[in-house]
């Protein structure tokens, strides 16, 4: 008997659970989308750093901060090295993070599908990116997207077509984007900070 009147509860708290997380989703949606706009419309005050990390300038990084009336409400972050990109974005509200968007895209020589007369050869890009959405320092929902692409193709949108993929919002990656957030936030106040060696590679 306490079996039957266990399981009407438990499937209450599973409910009431799933509705909290849409309720959060569509609250950082819209926080998102008006930090974005602020974005776009050149209102947010920005301070950035470049830095050629090597004297032949294959490495390169960058960081930039975004402020709204003082208060920082974006940090994006990149990186390049050779064949590689990446890009980490990172959206706040009220001093917590919302919202983590990272591209990594590396590219190989497409030796196969470049003709032999051809003056140049054709590339293959490889890109991954990934979505985490924060509530109260918590990742509650994580999605990634994977796809490739090739320079001998037609020009397409490939990141608007490519499903994203729910994944575990796993403790290392979450301790991991969390711990790379905290690093960036120590070097807005520094003065000639070393951007090169940061923040991991995810």
């Avoid at 509530?135 to 997207?145: N, S, Y």
């Avoid at 490739?148 to 037609?154: G, L, R, T």
Wanted: aromatic share 14%; net charge negative.
């Amino acid at each position: 008997m306490k079996l039957v009147f266990a399981l009407p509860s438990l499937f209450i708290f599973f409910c009431s659970y799933s509705q909290s997380n849409e309720d959060a989703l569509k609250d950082i949606r819209q926080k998102y989308n008006t930090i974005t706009e602020l974005h776009e419309q050149d209102s947010l005050e920005e301070i950035s750093l470049i830095s050629n990390c090597n004297d032949n300038e294959q490495i390169n990084a960058s960081i930039s901060f975004y402020y709204h009336s003082k208060e920082l409400v974006y940090i994006a972050y990149s990186f390049s090295e050779g064949h590689s990109n990446y890009n980490t974005h990172y959206y706040v509200w009220n001093n917590h993070l919302i919202f983590h968007f990272s591209e990594y895209a590396s590219w190989t020589w497409d030796y196969e599908c470049t003709p032999a007369d051809q003056g140049f050869t054709n590339e293959i890009w490889t890109y991954e990116e990934k979505r985490i959405y924060f509530d109260d320092r918590t990742a509650i929902k994580c999605l990634v997207k994977r796809y490739e692409d090739k320079s001998i193709d037609h020009p397409n949108n490939l990141s608007d077509t490519t499903k994203n993929e729910e994944i575990d919002c796993s403790q290392d990656l979450t301790k991991e984007i969390i711990g790379s957030y905290h690093k960036l936030l120590s070097l807005k106040d520094e003065n000639n900070p070393d951007i090169c060696n940061i923040i991991g590679k995810h």
